[in-house]
């Protein structure tokens, strides 16, 4: 089964296009205003229009509420919420919602790798610098040898400073069934590159993981 891929906010159309074309699975939505690819829901809307089908729509999510979570909704259907938040949150969410909720692991030493998931999905991240004002999106990349021979029983993605020339190797290194990237196939902040994504798509998806 070929990698899932996931490109992460998209705010313009190109990028967006870049995504259903060359056949992206997942376009992820940032809802966190201090993020340069921060969209509004009326925004995302809008990208998301331009095609029937395609890639899940991605909603991402830092600690919200319901309500936050109730009035994206409200303007665009998501397939998946993306949750920076607790266990516990997640559930909550899950439940209150009745979408898949994948759930954010910040992971810095082997210790941190989780041994079970309590929603679908564990998105695998390195921890943020200290001084971060986000906890995602930082174009840091993981240290993948935490990873081997980590077969969690449960759905993963791997993320973080993924790009083009690296995203084959991290698969090879790590198993992981599905990766994430955001700045790595961006030409500017918030804005994508949609050769990049092209490259990065086939790249992922000619990796034979271990
Ligand atoms: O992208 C953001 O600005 C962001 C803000 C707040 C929480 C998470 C955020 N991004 C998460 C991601 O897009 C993914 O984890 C991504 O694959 C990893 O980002 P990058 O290292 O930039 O590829």
Redesign the pocket.
Known sequence: MPVGVKI??LTEAEGFDACVTHGADWV?F?F?DR???FVTPEQAAVLSRRTVGGPERVG?F?EPDDASIESTLRHVPLDILQI?ATDERARHIRQRFGLPVWLSRPVATRADLPLSCPVERI?V?PRPPNNAT???????RLDWSLLKNWQPPFDWML????NVDTVADAIRTTAAPAV?????VEKAPGIKDPEAIARFIAHAHSATAR
């Not at 986000?134 to 840091?140: E, F, H, K, T």
């Not at 993320?159 to 993924?162: E, M, Q, R």
């Open positions: 992460c906010g992820g940032v966190f993020s340069p690819r991402l830092v920076y998105l991240e986000r906890p995602g999106g930082n174009a840091q993320a973080g400073g993924l994430d990237v955001s700045s790595g």
